[in-house]
């Protein structure tokens, strides 16, 4: 885990140096948060984008913001949004 912090803030360094856009996908909420500006969570049958939700997060950034409250807030909310797609999901297939 440790590693993988460090490289995200490595990512983020070249960055913050050479700023472009960059288009990532990841299956870790936390990751997202962290890396981005934007994250787009997709549904989940059909794959279609459910939700764009703007990261509005200081930056530079560094691990410590992982413990704010406000990480904590856009992490719960792109939890509830893939919740509640799994749930659609599991209920079809209940049916």
Known sequence: MQTR?????L???VWQKSPKTI??????IEEAVFLADR???MSSRPGSV???IDIDLERPRDYRVKN????????VRCSDIIRE???KLISAVNE
């Not at 288009?23 to 870790?28: G, S």
């Not at 704010?68 to 992490?75: C, I, L």
């Open 85 to 87: 797609e799994s749930m």
């Open 68 to 75: 704010t409250e406000k990480f904590m807030e856009y992490k």
């Open 50 to 52: 459910k939700e764009i």
């Open 5 to 9: 912090t460090v490289m995200q803030e």
């Open 11 to 13: 990512l983020l360094d």
């Open 39 to 41: 994250v787009v969570v």
């Open 23 to 28: 288009v990532m996908v990841t299956h870790d």
